[in-house]
């Protein structure tokens, strides 16, 4: 993969990360929205703004004429007071916290007085640090790490993290944002989001993006298990979606992570996130699930999405947690399945592969 197919394919990206021009969530910060007290309202509001998005992302998302933009709202913040895209984006998910639906699960559940499936109550931060581990065009990346999540998978890499959701530390959003735009001067890529998964902390994480000053590109690094309406506020919020893809149908999803309708959620979240952002798509290879997940997943990319996707076919599983519970993933994946794997990516037609 050459670096002309990557500035081709994560170009929104790339253009943030070098300050060529704003992420997503500067440009929502300077579109006007009506407010209400009303969810109903605010929906109506949202999805009328987020139809019209795209045009005004194209319109004022060079540095120029975003200074010409911030002139015009100071100007009209002497008269009134402003309300944007962004602000919009903020106001719905703190209403959402209080019947939780952020994931597909949507347990309805007040979080500031009651946890649902998850477990996470009000947002912990395990750890926060500039990454050097991720794909190369990410690194340095400054991962913030949330504990707990809303998948229960049975050999998960982070378990320690992500199966205990009270293990973290509280930093209010405007500390956080304040140690954002510190790792942006440190020379950090991007603010990434995961865990655990970030999903549960949506309305911390909008809340905190709405402080920080600083041009970044925010990465959504996730298991892509959020409801359509999470999707919805991800939209013209997100610049990379960092998604992981794991199983190639539902019965293993069930059986090994502990979750119903794994296709059809993921599946749709995924061409939801297509539509609205760049992407990288990692798909973590089980021993024993090639015919079963990972040969399936590779070919409803290929249908669904198409063979410019960035797809990162990682080969690092080992089992740990309570894999050794379930025979088939009680060891390592063979060099065999692995190379089966990006061999079968290579024959549909895949040519940007990590």
Known sequence: MTNQTIKQVLSNYLAVMTNQQLSKCKVAS????????????????????????????????????????????????????????????????????????????NCGVDRKNEKGSCGVGNPLIASEFLHVGEESLLVPSHTVFFAGCNFNCVYCQNWDISQQP???IIIDEKNLALIIEKRRNEGSRNVNFVGGDPTPNLHYILRTMQLVRENIPVVWNSNMYLSEDAMYLLDGFVDLYLTDFKYGNNECAQRLSGVP???????????????????????LVLPNHVECCSKPIIKWISQNLGLGVMLNIMGQYHPVYRAEEYEEISRLPTYTEIGEVIDYAKDLGFNNLI
């Open 30 to 105: 300077i579109m006007d929205a009506k407010d209400s007290d009303d969810e109903g309202h605010l929906w109506i509001e949202h999805e009328r703004l987020r139809n019209d998005f795209t045009k005004f992302y194209q319109k004022w998302s060079s540095l120029g004429k975003y200074g010409e933009k911030l002139t015009d709202t100071d100007k009209t913040n002497k008269t009134k007071s402003f309300f944007s895209y962004l602000d919009l984006k903020v106001k719905i998910a703190a209403k959402m916290f209080h019947h939780c639906n952020f994931c597909e699960r």
């Open 166 to 168: 009270t293990r973290g």
């Open 261 to 283: 309708n794994y296709m059809e959620v993921v599946g749709r979240n995924h061409k939801m996130a297509w539509e609205a952002g760049d992407m990288i798509i990692r798909h």
